[in-house]
């Protein structure tokens, strides 16, 4: 039997550190918009760096030092994107290489990669301490941060609104021992406070989750005004509104700079095999020593991951929400010619096992 040793890193998510150069000088123009070294070195020292802030049908809206413009559309970048403003050739601006990248499957039939957000440091995964409250939606949202190598951090909102937010805490710190879990009344007048380790100058945070659990409320708490719309739940199912319909980064007085996303009815996860892996390194670790490669942890002998749930040293419920989503990371993932032809051997199977019971 094979063991592969890893040398991944493990360590916990922990908020930037303090000492960066911004607490030594006024940051420039272009460090409040999120300028870094590692997008200077790819500029040479004449260029027109330019940030997108949000994506419209008719183009890109950009701002960078002394320029607030609109770009021609294009496929290939998102918002958070850096590029290089070339005047005499809008179109051939080109896109900076990313620090990071979010992205997902998009929903309904036609299943394209959307990008999200790019050049992210920290995603807060908003939730609330009521019905919307779901350990598997929280893994999804892990696995693509961990993926993006994006630092997490869960948000648990409307606590003022809950008897006892206890077990949402402890639920939703089960998750993963590498991501801290705030709990907070987003109303209040705490979260300026307690966001302020991940908001720093510099540093652009993006708060994702569905609709309803109080993003916009929460980047109107950093900002201390109302810059993003909000809007009362449905009283029937609890339910959001889908209030906010635009991705738009908003930038602090202190150089911060904050996106706002639209609520996600679902997060379709697509080639983050890597995530998973990370935030279910128990299972993976396990499977390798299933004894055949391509086990599928059901019944087949030799399985180490069913005898750990028979002696009780891993939840079968988590080892399903695993298999769940790892399944359809590699389905969202494979080619439209691997799915095709997965799925004409899946119709061959279903009428085979018509045909025998015919019989
Ligand atoms: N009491 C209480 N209400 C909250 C809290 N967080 C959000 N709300 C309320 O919940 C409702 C929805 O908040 P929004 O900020 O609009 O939610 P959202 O996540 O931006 O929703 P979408 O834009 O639809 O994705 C609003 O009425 C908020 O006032 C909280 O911590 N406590
Ligand atoms: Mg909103
Ligand atoms: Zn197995």
């Known amino acids: 039997m094979k063991v592969t040793t890893m040398t991944r890193d493990y360590s916990p998510f922990l908020p930037p550190s303090g000492s960066s150069d ?76 990313r620090r990071s990248l979010i992205e997902r499957r998009a929903p309904g039939s036609d299943r394209r990669r959307q990008l999200i957000a790019a050049n992210v440091d920290t995603i807060f995964i908003v939730t609330s301490c009521n019905k919307e409250f779901n350990v598997a939606r929280l893994e999804r949202y892990v696995a693509l941060a ?77 900002f201390r005004e109302d810059v993003a719309d909000t809007a009362a739940i449905r009283e029937d199912d609890g339910k959001g509104r889908h209030t906010t319909t635009r991705r738009q980064l908003h930038f602090t007085s202190g150089g911060c700079a904050v996106l706002d996303t639209p609520g996600m009815r679902e997060l379709q996860l697509t080639d983050v095999e890597a995530g998973i892996a990370d935030l279910f390194s128990d299972m993976v670790a396990l499977a390798v020593q299933c004894r055949f490669r391509d086990c599928k942890h059901d019944s087949e002998p030799g399985c180490a991951i069913q005898s750990a749930i028979e002696r009780g040293e891993i939840d079968p419920l988590k080892f399903a929400r695993w298999n769940k989503l790892a399944t359809e990371d590699r389905y969202n993932s494979s080619t439209l010619a691997e799915r095709k032809s997965n799925d004409k051997s899946l119709r061959k199977m279903i009428r085979s096992v018509q045909q025998k019971n015919r019989k």
């Open 22 to 97: 911004h607490t030594k000088r006024e940051p420039s123009a272009l460090e409040k918009l999120g300028w870094k070294p590692f997008f200077s070195q790819q500029a040479s020292i004449d260029a027109y760096p330019v940030r997108v802030i949000e994506v419209h049908r008719n183009g890109l809206h950009v701002l960078g030092e002394g320029l607030d413009i609109l770009l021609p559309p294009r496929p290939d970048a998102t918002v958070g994107d850096w590029l290089l403003y070339d005047e005499q050739h809008p179109t051939e601006s080109t896109v900076l290489q």
């Open 146 to 222: 961990f993926e993006a190598q994006v630092t997490p951090v869960i948000l648990l909102t409307k606590v003022d609104l809950c008897d006892d937010p206890a077990p949402y805490v402890e639920a939703a710190s089960a998750v993963s021992n590498r991501v801290l879990v705030e709990a907070l009344n987003a109303l209040g007048e705490e979260p300026i406070e307690r966001l302020s380790p991940w908001c720093k100058p510099g540093q652009t945070v993006a708060f994702l989750g569905s609709s309803g659990v109080g993003k916009s409320t929460l980047v109107n708490a950093l």
